[in-house]
């Protein structure tokens, strides 16, 4: 089964605690691992695409990196505005050249000040 | 760039009510998706199109649900009839190429009560 796994589901930290968010997933043949945060109230927000083991990419606080069977999105020096539920989908072929993406349920992620 | 439009922003209807939810995606964007998502988990896929013709609605509920894009630009989806089950956010989101993912509509809420 194509399955997305995200760990921890929840995460508190402190204004200036870096640390991960865990993305691992079950079925081969990946064509993309995208990142993305989404707030209250709103849809995804795009954040990174990454194709292949040993790729990093990087925005403001955040980095995402590949390896074969996780991603993981570390987060330096988080500050409130980083609280969000970031969500790690991949994408997978859905005919032609066309994809979509599966989503897991996302790591909620709460930065006190 | 305008964003993903997708209009009404909430909607509370009664169980075995019908309901539409209409989306206009970025300019240009040919590929069209509509996920719904359920409070604490993951957008779920539930139609996918390319222009105007379907590429995967395998998770879509055919016997209430329904969508259409016509002339490959703006979609609606429909329900009919809702179910207590249906209660989640709906939401459209657009794409042009895979290195950028998709952009995501802010959502309805649907309330079935």
């Known amino acids: 089964e194509d399955q997305v796994t995200q760990s921890p589901e929840a995460l508190r930290l402190q204004e200036g605690e870096s640390s991960s968010l865990n993305c691992s997933y079950t079925?081969?043949?990946?064509?993309?691992l995208f990142w993305y945060r989404q707030d209250p109230g709103k849809g995804p927000e795009f954040l990174f695409t990454?194709?292949?083991a040993g790729e990093e990419k990087e925005k403001e606080r955040l980095k995402a990196t590949l390896t074969k069977k996780e991603s993981f999105l570390h987060i330096t020096a988080p500050k409130p505005e980083d609280s969000a539920t970031y969500l790690c989908?991949?994408?997978?072929?859905?005919?032609?050249?066309?994809?979509?993406?599966?989503f897991g349920k996302g790591t909620l992620l709460t930065v006190n000040p | 760039e305008a964003g993903v439009a997708q209009s009404p922003r909430y909607k509370i209807i009664e169980k075995r009510q019908s309901v539409a939810f209409w989306c206009n995606p970025i300019?240009?964007?040919?590929?069209l998706y509509w996920y719904q998502q359920i409070l604490g988990q993951g957008p779920k896929l539930l139609i996918q199109?390319?222009?105007?013709?379907?590429?995967?609605d395998s998770q879509l509920p055919k016997d209430r649900f329904s969508a259409e894009r016509l002339k490959g630009v703006d979609s609606t989806l429909k329900i009919q009839p809702a179910k207590l089950e249906d209660s989640a956010v709906y939401l459209c989101?657009?794409?042009?190429?895979?290195?950028?993912?998709?952009?995501f509509g802010s959502g309805t809420r649907l309330t079935v009560v």
């Open positions: 989101a657009s794409s042009s190429s895979r290195a950028y993912g998709y952009t």
């Open positions: 079925v081969s043949g990946l064509r993309g």
């Open positions: 990454l194709y292949s």
């Open positions: 989908p991949r994408a997978r072929n859905s005919g032609g050249s066309n994809y979509k993406l599966t």
């Open positions: 300019s240009g964007h040919a590929t």
């Open positions: 199109f390319q222009n105007n013709g379907v590429v995967d």
